[in-house]
């Protein structure tokens, strides 16, 4: 019963490969995240959805594709792998549309190493 | 721009004494204030938040928060500190308008010794 779930929660890969990382939440909430946590803990947005459309999408690399087949799921799809992609990416997941108040459910993280 | 800093790096503090882990933002027009924890090794958790009302705020694992309007400051307080309280604490805020995102300080270690 995890309210947000993330697979895989290792993922080692050399340079240049494509990988994907899957996340669920089972809260019934409309809007999803993806933060990426560098080597210095810093927590950086990436990317939101909110009913499977996408509403913040931050300078990322467009090597980076989120992916949101419905509002329980946010998968993100990594492509030409890069030693600086290294870091903790947490899905995360929030009740309502757009409401500032509302607290933010994070997923237990995926630690990507990029070799 | 907007920012949120949490000045320490750490935190080293004794079990049993009180605990301060400072947080000061400068975003305007009244943001939401939030704090969450995150332990080795998993996701962060939900600590507390200041939505509106009293400036002491109260949450999980006997935390509490004081929001200070005139010095945009929003340190979280424990009058007792645990060895198991030892983890990463991030301040966060959320702007009122202008979207969905929540903007995160760099995180404080706290580190409470036996």
């Known amino acids: 019963d995890t309210a947000v779930s993330q697979t895989p929660k290792y993922l080692v890969t050399q340079m240049g490969n494509d990988k994907s990382i899957k996340c669920e939440q089972n809260l019934g909430h409309d809007t999803m995240y993806w933060y990426k946590q560098d080597s210095k803990k810093f927590l950086k947005i990436m990317f939101s959805?909110?009913?499977?459309?996408?509403?913040i999408n931050e300078t990322v690399p467009n090597r980076f594709s989120p992916k949101s087949p419905d509002k329980a799921h946010l998968n993100l799809h990594i492509n030409s792998l890069e030693l600086g992609d290294s870091a903790v990416y947490f899905c995360?997941?929030?009740?309502?549309?757009?409401?500032?108040?509302?607290?933010?459910?994070f997923g237990p993280g995926t630690r990507l190493t990029v070799l | 721009a907007q920012s949120v800093a949490q000045p320490e790096d750490q935190v080293n503090v004794a079990e049993g004494n009180p605990l301060t882990v400072k947080c000061t933002y400068s975003v305007s027009g009244n943001p939401y204030l939030f704090w969450y924890v995150q332990y080795p090794n998993r996701g962060l958790q939900f600590l507390l938040k200041?939505?509106?009302?009293?400036?002491l705020v109260k949450g999980s694992y006997g935390f509490e928060a004081e929001f200070n309007k005139s010095q945009t400051s929003f340190h979280l307080k424990k009058p007792s500190a645990l060895v198991s309280d030892s983890a990463l604490y991030f301040c966060?805020?959320?702007?009122?308008?202008?979207?969905?995102?929540?903007?995160f300080g760099a995180g404080t270690r706290l580190f409470v010794k036996a």
């Open positions: 200041y939505i509106t009302g009293d400036n």
């Open positions: 995360a997941s929030s009740p309502t549309s757009g409401r500032p108040t509302d607290t933010q459910y």
């Open positions: 959805y909110n009913n499977k459309e996408l509403i």
């Open positions: 966060a805020v959320s702007p009122r308008t202008g979207g969905f995102k929540t903007i």
